[in-house]
């Protein structure tokens, strides 16, 4: 199975920061990768997909980037809606696998 | 509204079975490969099982084969998870998604756009 690493699982910033989360896949998937939000007690909310393709409606503010083994997940001007835990998943093989989470937390 | 709404989740004994159901609507539901995803209290997301529209492809998670069982009437635009033998550790909420449809060279089990709220199961004596 292809096993997917988010860092860091912890991030703690302020309204206005830029901020960087990476994931790593233990193997080339290309850019089958998607990018999650979610708050406590809701669903996920689709982000990012194909690993650089931003979801209708998602703000310009997130964006995503890479290939083969290594992601990452950009959001330009933190705002207070931001604050959320973040997933990223691979598509390359049927099954499917998250990261373990990135918390982003207000500092 | 596209829209997914789970249910059956309850509270169940260890080796007991309960079936979760997800009812979509505002969508053609038959085209889509469909999908179960849990999460465990303050844990990530876990993949259970993933079902194509004509229900040809079905895969599970190392963690549940053997023991759930997906399945879908696309006439009733439902999905369902039958699962059994639950043990402590499947205590989840179980949330349905869709996955989008795939155009080629995009892998037939494409990225999930439209998740339910979720049920919630708790496996507990």
């Known amino acids: 199975d292809i096993q997917v690493t988010q860092s860091p699982s912890t991030l703690s910033a302020s309204v206005g920061d830029r901020v960087t989360i990476t994931c790593r896949a233990s193997q080339s998937i290309g850019t089958w990768l998607a990018w999650y939000q979610q708050k406590l007690g809701k669903a996920p909310k689709l982000l990012i997909y194909d690993a650089s393709s931003v979801e209708s409606g998602v703000p310009s503010r997130f964006s995503g980037s890479g290939s083969g083994t290594e992601f990452t997940l950009t959001i330009s001007s933190l705002q207070p809606d931001d604050f959320a835990t973040y997933s990223c998943?691979?598509?390359?093989?049927?099954?499917?696998?998250f990261g373990q989470g990135t918390k982003l937390e207000i500092k | 509204e596209v829209q997914l709404v789970e249910s059956g989740g309850g509270l169940v004994k260890p080796g007991g079975s309960l079936r979760l159901s997800c009812a979509a609507s505002?969508?053609?539901?038959?085209?889509?490969?469909m999908n179960w995803v849990r999460q465990a209290p303050g844990k990530g997301l876990e993949w259970v099982s993933s079902i194509s529209g004509s229900s040809n492809y079905i895969y599970y998670a190392d963690s549940v084969k053997g023991r759930f069982t997906i399945s879908r009437d696309n006439a009733k635009n439902s999905l369902y998870l039958q699962i059994s033998s639950l043990r402590a550790e499947d205590t989840a909420v179980y949330f349905c998604?869709?996955?989008?449809?795939?155009?080629?060279?995009?892998?037939?089990?494409?990225?999930?756009?439209?998740w339910g709220k979720g049920t919630t199961v708790t496996v507990s004596s």
């Open positions: 505002g969508f053609t539901f038959s085209p889509h490969t």
């Open positions: 998943q691979q598509y390359k093989s049927h099954s499917y696998t």
């Open positions: 998604a869709r996955s989008v449809i795939a155009v080629a060279p995009a892998p037939y089990f494409y990225y999930m756009d439209v």
